[in-house]
Nanobody, 121 residues
Framework: QVQLVESGGGLVQPGGSLKLSCAAS????????MRWYRQAPGNQRELVAT???????NYADSVKGRFTISRDNAKNTVSLQMNSLSPEDTAVYYC???????????????WGQGTQVTVSS
């Protein structure tokens, strides 16, 4: 089994910064894409950023230029540096990983439990 554990959420003032981290653990052979999603109250879950195993990143238009996704393949971690935060960024942020476990030939999707980010003065 594989677990994803997020950390780094909290309360921040508009214009501030936060860094989210997510660590994958368990019987991992390889990790393909890693992503961050977010879900605000009353809204559907939306994709925020994706990073491939080779380090290619893509972002939602709403966060381009403000957020940076990165990963450490040796540590099975992914991070999201969030700058210039606004109240519209308030949401629960979820980590996602597409993981191939040892001894298996297919990859499966795993999610973290979510971490709350609140941007408010």
């Amino acid at each position: 089994q594989v677990q994803l554990v997020e950390s780094g959420g909290g309360l921040v003032q508009p214009g501030g910064s936060l860094k989210l981290s997510c660590a994958a653990s368990g019987s991992i052979f390889s990790i393909n894409a890693m992503r961050w999603y977010r879900q605000a109250p009353g809204n559907q879950r939306e994709l925020v950023a994706t990073i491939t195993s080779g380090g290619i990143a893509n972002y939602a238009d709403s966060v381009k230029g403000r957020f940076t996704i990165s990963r450490d393949n040796a540590k099975n971690t992914v991070s999201l540096q969030m700058n210039s935060l606004s109240p519209e960024d308030t949401a629960v942020y979820y980590c996602y990983a597409n993981v191939r476990q040892r001894g298996r030939y297919v990859s499966e999707q795993y999610w973290g439990q979510g971490t709350q980010v609140t941007v408010s003065s």
